[in-house]
């Protein structure tokens, strides 16, 4: 066993077992099946600050509202592409089926575990919430979806079928491609390529 997938199991362990206790065995299952529910209530509120605040210009953040959750969906889309095609390619088998006593809350799936779709997905839809929504929400309620995904993520090292690097590079390629996105959409407006009503001025 390389020092990188020891040191990989011994987190995984500390994590799986050493922060069990029975509400951990309740909230960490529905986090990791349900967890993107929670989500709901921060996109209804980014559409309610889209529609009452307004930019230098005095024009309102509501389109720019709508199409940040069009680029958070169309990033999960994106993810769940590229999720399958690498757990393909790199193989890696899940840790409740390679170690023995794990401790395995829920049913181990039949996938490969490198990279953690939930990772993936849960920050590819979390960071063009973030990013770009900075212009009209606090910091502090833009922490609330990297919050969520964080707990989502850390959901399955604690169900025990997935390893923390798994995480990492779920968590890592995710935001990769919602960063990217919302990039390219700032970028197209910047450079009119998009409608005008679509523009916000910087605050």
Not at 1 to 6: A, R
Not at 69 to 78: Q, R
Not at 84 to 90: P, Y
Request: charged share 15%; with cysteine.
């Amino acid at each position: 066993m390389t020092t990188i997938q020891s040191l990989d199991t011994q987190l995984l362990l500390l994590i799986n077992k050493g922060l069990a206790n029975p509400l951990f065995d309740v909230l960490m299952p529905f986090l990791s099946f349900q967890g993107y529910l929670l989500v709901v209530p921060f996109l209804f509120y980014i559409i309610v600050q889209g529609y009452n605040r307004k930019d230098a210009a005095e024009k309102r953040y509501l389109i720019k509202a709508i199409v940040t959750i069009a680029i958070a969906c169309l990033s999960v889309y994106l993810a769940d592409l590229a999720e399958h095609l690498i757990k393909d390619a790199v193989g890696r088998v899940r840790p409740c089926t390679a170690i023995e006593g794990i401790r395995l809350i829920v049913a181990c799936p039949k996938s490969f575990s490198m990279p953690s779709g939930h990772a993936f997905s849960s920050f590819a839809f979390a960071t063009p919430l973030v990013y770009l929504t900075r212009q009209y929400v606090s910091k502090a309620w833009r922490a609330y979806p990297l919050v969520l995904a964080s707990l989502i993520a850390l959901s399955r090292p604690y169900l025990g079928v997935h390893y923390p690097t798994d995480i990492l590079a779920g968590a890592m390629m995710g935001s990769a491609i919602g960063f990217g996105l919302s990039w390219g959409y700032e970028n197209l407006i910047k450079k009119n390529y998009l409608p005008r009503r679509t523009r916000s001025a910087r605050s």
